[in-house]
């Protein structure tokens, strides 16, 4: 993974180059770990200030840098704050801020943003959003992104009773996470819609099929970052145990709640969990 790849490098090196920073940051961000990114950030920040005032080699694409930087802070206060209003104000004023050419960095910004609006239960602006992100991740080469962001679309479709719409939109993405894989394995990010697919299927009654994806999806978000895989594996095992009638999803998820407890993302879990509670 890219976070295993970069933890080889010598600090050194990091922090002393801003878009190594920004990588590490992003990865950090992906993994759960929170309290590893700002002072990446600040790295990354000190850099340019060193460059402007000539004590530090000349950096390229400041205006850039400084983009990602504030988009990063953004997306933790997103998933730091359990005040949701805020988070999508800053999300929102970073968003209109970034240059529209900026694909890279709005991709996920965009993505935070309809995810924030699915909280608030204004899906029609969550749509508008993922839409978005799909389109800006795709042209700017984040597969990742872009698949999230088309499970969170299907979860929407199927919210409003479009079913086969999100049924098709979650079969895309399958395909596609196949596609953009550089290995026989497809992308993990795929896991989100397996699951999302197995729910539809389970509701047309489609018992063997839906497990099948359902199985394969809590595999695959298992290889996802630590927000992520929650947000994907607990709604898996509480749809496991409506399907195979079985009571030992809820020590599973004691255990994985467990293993979670003093992440920086507890709050965030915490409002997932309990969404994902008021579903059952």
């Given at each position: 993974?890219?976070?295993?790849?970069?933890?080889?490098?010598?600090?050194?090196?990091?922090?002393?180059?801003?878009w190594?920073?920004?990588?590490?940051?992003?990865?950090?961000?992906?993994?759960?770990?929170?309290?590893?990114?700002?002072?990446?950030?600040?790295?990354?920040?000190?850099?340019?200030?060193?460059?402007?005032?000539?004590?530090?080699?000349?950096?390229?694409?400041?205006?850039?840098?400084?983009?990602?930087?504030?988009?990063?802070?953004?997306?933790?206060?997103?998933?730091?704050?359990?005040?949701?209003?805020l988070?999508?104000?800053?999300?929102?004023?970073?968003?209109?801020?970034?240059?529209?050419?900026?694909?890279?960095?709005?991709?996920?910004?965009?993505?935070?943003?309809?995810?924030?609006?699915?909280?608030?239960?204004?899906?029609?602006?969550?749509?508008r959003?993922?839409?978005?992100?799909?389109t800006?991740?795709?042209?700017?080469?984040?597969?990742?992104?872009?698949?999230?962001?088309?499970?969170?679309?299907?979860?929407?479709?199927?919210?409003?009773?479009?079913?086969?719409?999100?049924?098709?939109?979650?079969?895309?993405?399958?395909?596609?996470?196949?596609?953009?894989?550089?290995?026989?394995?497809?992308?993990?990010?795929?896991?989100?819609?397996?699951?999302?697919?197995?729910?539809?299927?389970?509701?047309?009654?489609?018992?063997?099929?839906?497990?099948?994806?359902?199985?394969?999806?809590?595999?695959?978000?298992?290889?996802?970052?630590?927000?992520?895989?929650?947000?994907?594996?607990?709604?898996?095992?509480?749809?496991?145990?409506?399907?195979q009638?079985?009571?030992?999803s809820m020590?599973?998820?004691?255990?994985?709640?467990?293993?979670?407890?003093?992440?920086?993302?507890?709050?965030?879990?915490?409002?997932?969990?309990?969404?994902?509670?008021?579903?059952?």
């Amino acid at each position: 993974t890219l976070l295993a790849w970069l933890s080889k490098l010598p600090d050194a090196l990091i922090t002393a180059r801003p878009w190594l920073c920004i990588a590490l940051a992003s990865a950090h961000i992906a993994d759960g770990r929170l309290d590893g990114v700002k002072p990446l950030l600040k790295s990354a920040e000190d850099i340019l200030s060193s460059a402007e005032k000539g004590k530090h080699a000349t950096v390229a694409d400041h205006a850039k840098i400084r983009s990602a930087v504030r988009a990063l802070r953004a997306s933790v206060s997103s998933l730091e704050d359990v005040n949701v209003q805020l988070s999508l104000e800053l999300l929102r004023e970073v968003f209109e801020q970034l240059p529209e050419d900026d694909t890279f960095i709005r991709s996920p910004i965009a993505l935070n943003l309809g995810m924030a609006y699915i909280t608030r239960g204004e899906m029609i602006t969550a749509s508008r959003f993922l839409n978005e992100t799909i389109t800006l991740a795709q042209a700017s080469g984040n597969p990742y992104v872009a698949l999230i962001g088309m499970s969170c679309l299907a979860e929407i479709q199927a919210k409003m009773g479009f079913l086969h719409q999100a049924a098709e939109t979650d079969r895309r993405a399958l395909r596609l996470g196949a596609e953009w894989s550089n290995s026989s394995e497809p992308l993990s990010a795929t896991g989100y819609a397996h699951i999302s697919l197995a729910e539809i299927l389970y509701q047309w009654n489609e018992l063997d099929e839906a497990l099948q994806h359902l199985t394969r999806g809590i595999q695959l978000s298992e290889q996802c970052g630590t927000a992520l895989f929650v947000q994907l594996f607990y709604p898996g095992l509480a749809l496991m145990d409506e399907l195979q009638n079985k009571t030992s999803s809820m020590p599973e998820l004691r255990d994985l709640v467990k293993r979670f407890e003093h992440t920086p993302h507890k709050a965030l879990l915490s409002r997932l969990l309990d969404a994902w509670q008021s579903r059952l």
